[in-house]
C-alpha cells in the first residue's frame, strides 16, 4: 500500500494524558499536513511541513499541540494534557510539489478524550 | 471565519439522475479548488480539481463548474449511483498559499 498511513486508527484515553499521532506520507511527497475534522465540519488545518520544516504552524490550536517532521518522511502530532474538546478526528494528507497541490488523505487517527 | 462554505448540508437525488453539489467562496485569491469524497470512518478521496484559468473541467461523471465572478463552483454527478452516497467537500487555496480551506461538506444520497 503506498497511500498515506496514519496510526493509530482510534486512540481513547483519559482526560489529562498525552497522545502522539504518526503519519506515513507517500514516499515521494515533500508536503504533508495535519487536519482536524469534528463532527459536521470540514477539516480544518493545523499545520504543514515542507520537508522537514515547519513553514506554517500558527493554526494549531493551543501550546498543548505540536508536530515534528525530523526527517522529513513520517510526521508526529503530540497533544498534551487532553481536554474533552480534543476528541475529533486528525487528519494527515500528504502532497508533491512547491506550491498548494492535490492532497492525498490518510484514513485519518479517531480520538475520543473521556 | 468560514471562507468557504456548502450551504446544503444534505441532498437526495434518484439514481440515474443528476446530482449538483454547490460551493461558494470569499476570499478572491483563491484560484485552485478541489472536491473530495468522504465515507465514514475514513480520510477524504481526492475526485476533481479545477484552476481559475478554466471554467469547467470534466472527469468521466463528474464535472465541475467555476464561475469567477460569482465565487461559486459546483459539482455535477450523472448519472448518480448509488455508491455515490458520501459526503463531499469542496476545499480552496491561493497559489500562493499553503493550505487548503474545506467547506462543511454536503451529504449525498442516492435513492436507487
Known amino acids: 500500500d503506498t497511500g498515506v498511513s496514519q496510526d493509530p486508527r482510534h486512540k481513547i484515553t483519559k482526560r489529562g494524558q498525552n497522545v502522539t499521532f504518526r503519519c506515513d506520507p507517500i514516499?515521494?511527497?515533500?508536503?504533508l499536513y495535519w487536519y482536524r475534522q469534528t463532527l459536521g465540519q470540514g477539516p480544518e488545518f493545523l499545520t504543514y511541513f515542507q520537508n522537514e520544516a515547519q513553514l506554517e504552524k500558527s493554526r494549531l490550536l493551543s501550546d498543548r499541540f505540536s508536530a515534528e517532521r525530523p526527517k522529513g518522511s513520517f510526521s508526529t502530532l503530540e497533544i498534551q494534557r487532553t481536554e474533552q474538546g480534543d476528541s475529533a478526528m486528525y487528519l494527515c494528507?500528504?502532497?508533491?510539489?512547491?506550491?498548494?497541490?492535490?492532497?492525498?488523505f490518510g484514513e485519518g487517527s479517531r480520538l475520543t478524550v473521556l | 471565519d468560514q471562507q468557504v462554505k456548502q450551504n446544503s448540508p444534505s441532498l437526495s437525488v434518484q439514481e440515474g439522475r443528476i446530482s449538483i453539489l454547490n460551493c461558494d467562496y470569499t476570499n478572491s485569491m483563491f484560484d485552485y479548488f478541489l472536491w473530495y469524497k468522504k465515507y465514514p470512518a475514513e480520510g477524504p478521496t481526492f475526485l476533481i480539481s479545477i484552476s481559475s484559468i478554466k471554467d469547467k473541467n470534466e472527469d468521466g461523471r463528474f464535472t465541475v463548474f467555476l464561475n469567477k465572478s460569482a465565487k461559486h463552483l459546483s459539482l455535477h454527478i450523472v448519472p448518480s449511483q448509488p455508491g455515490d452516497s458520501a459526503v463531499y467537500f469542496c476545499a480552496a487555496s491561493a497559489h500562493t498559499g499553503n493550505q487548503f480551506y474545506f467547506g462543511t461538506g454536503t451529504s449525498l444520497t442516492v435513492i436507487p
Open positions: 494528507a500528504s502532497s508533491l510539489g512547491l506550491a498548494a497541490g492535490e492532497l492525498f
Open positions: 514516499s515521494e511527497h515533500n508536503r
